[in-house]
T-cell receptor
């Protein structure tokens, strides 16, 4: 693993199903973030974590949950997917000074 | 609330200079960053201004004025490969380090 990795790269999901998007980084960064990107709406923060064991809500947290059991992993869970959660999801991490964030390659999720 | 506004689209010709503005309304932040994103790709970091003034990195420069609630990214000697979306971003102070992005500007470089 080099940098930050997301899985899966793409997924088609039936509405009502539960789904966990995975994110792993090997840079020992304290801060991690989840964003969704929709056409014309830029990158909107869903949840974030400043350090292992802590999480916080971003701009659009409803319908999503996260956990941060250790430094490297920051999974995002959709408990019961809805079509409005169709989007591209990006995970990112940054060091404590937060001057530069590194992004994963994204997960393209389609909820049907 | 917090907001970072950018023009939605800018068009320029190859070899020219272009400025992408970012105006913000936020109660406090640590610094202003800029990211580039090509279609279908991940955002990548370009520059960071912790203090007011100009930061230069090769063909790219970034400027911040906290008193004017304003910043910009300056791209010189434009190349076709610079066609991408550009986002300004801040880490908000006051409760959690939330990396918050602007609305994004799509830059089209033409021959």
């Amino acid at each position: 693993i080099a940098g930050i990795t997301q899985a899966p790269t793409s997924q088609i999901l039936a509405a009502g199903r539960r789904m966990t998007l995975r994110c792993t980084q090997d840079m020992r960064h304290n801060a991690m973030y989840w964003y969704r990107q929709d056409l014309g709406l830029g990158l909107r923060l869903i949840h974030y974590s400043n350090t292992a064991g802590t999480t916080g809500k971003g701009e659009v947290p409803d319908g999503y949950s996260v956990s941060r059991a250790n430094t490297d992993d920051f999974p995002l869970t959709l408990a019961s997917a809805v079509p409005s959660q169709t989007s591209v999801y990006f995970c990112a991490s940054s060091d404590s000074d937060n001057t530069e964030a590194f992004f994963g390659q994204g997960t393209r999720l389609t909820v049907v | 609330g917090q907001s970072l506004e950018q023009p939605s689209e800018v068009t320029a010709v190859e070899g020219a200079i272009v400025q992408i503005n970012c105006t913000y309304q936020t109660s406090g932040f640590y610094g202003l960053s800029w990211y580039q994103q090509h279609d279908g790709g991940a955002p990548t970091f370009l520059s960071y201004n912790a203090l007011d003034g100009l930061e230069e990195t090769g063909r790219f420069s970034s400027f911040l004025s906290r008193s004017d609630s304003y910043g910009y990214l300056l791209l010189q000697e434009l190349q076709m490969k610079d066609s991408a979306s550009y986002f300004c971003a801040v880490i908000l102070t006051g409760g959690g380090n939330k990396l918050t992005f602007g609305t994004g500007t799509q830059l089209k470089v033409e021959l």
